[in-house]
Each structure stands twice: as C-alpha cells, then as structure tokens.
C-alpha cells in the first residue's frame, strides 16, 4: 500500500511539472521591450546595463549612480532575487529610484528572466 501511494505521489509530482509551461526567451524579449525605457543589456541607461547581471551584487556597476536603498540592499541577482525585485521594485528595495511598479504576472516574469539569461551570455 505504501509503495502504491508513493507512486501515485510521484505521478502526481510530474504530471504538475509537466502541466507547468516552461520560460519563453521569446516571449521575454517582448517583455523586455518595456524595459528599453530605461536599460539596455550592454550599456547604462537611466537604469543600470543588464548584461552581467546574473551573480552580481545590486548596485555594484561602476560608475552608474544607485539610490543608496539599492547599494545598500546586499542582493546578488539570481533567478530569485530578480523574481521577486521585478514582481515589486519599490517593496523589494524601498527606497529604490527604479520607479516601475513591477511585472506583476509570473510567467511573465520567467519569459523575462529566460530572456535575460540567455541574452547576456
């Protein structure tokens, strides 16, 4: 019985794996396009560049001035940390001078981040 019951957990597990859509590239540089108000992925903007960003610590680009929230923030960008900084800049670092409200959907969120991932590379 035991042995049954975790089968059909396992089955249950991957069947929820398998329904969830996998992170668009493509769909994250349409995402990304909002962004270009303010970044671009090589060069700084009115917000930082984004190439390199993945590992980096939050206000560490040389030279580009970061509100002193941002810089004091002791977050290094990873898949997580930019999840939840991007679904609400201005909870995340208060204090940030990013004044964008946010990409408030998760998926797109993820096709976002595939895109950034793949793009700086």
């Not at 990409?103 to 793949?118: C, M, S």
Request: include cysteine; glycine fraction near 8%; hydrophobic fraction near 45%.
């Amino acid at each position: 019985m035991r042995s049954m019951l975790a089968a059909l957990a396992v089955v249950a597990c991957s069947a929820l794996l398998l329904a969830a859509p996998a992170a668009s590239v493509v769909a994250g540089k349409v995402v990304y396009e909002r962004c270009l108000a303010c970044h671009a992925l090589a060069y700084d903007r009115t917000g930082p560049r984004h190439c390199g960003l993945f590992g980096r610590r939050a206000g560490s680009v040389p030279g580009f001035a970061y509100s002193d929230a941002m810089r004091r923030s002791a977050i290094v960008w990873d898949e997580k940390t930019l999840n939840l900084f991007l679904a609400d800049p201005l909870q995340t670092v208060p204090g940030t001078s990013m004044g964008y409200a946010g990409v408030k959907d998760k998926a797109e969120r993820a096709d976002l981040i595939a895109y950034l991932k793949q793009a700086c590379q």
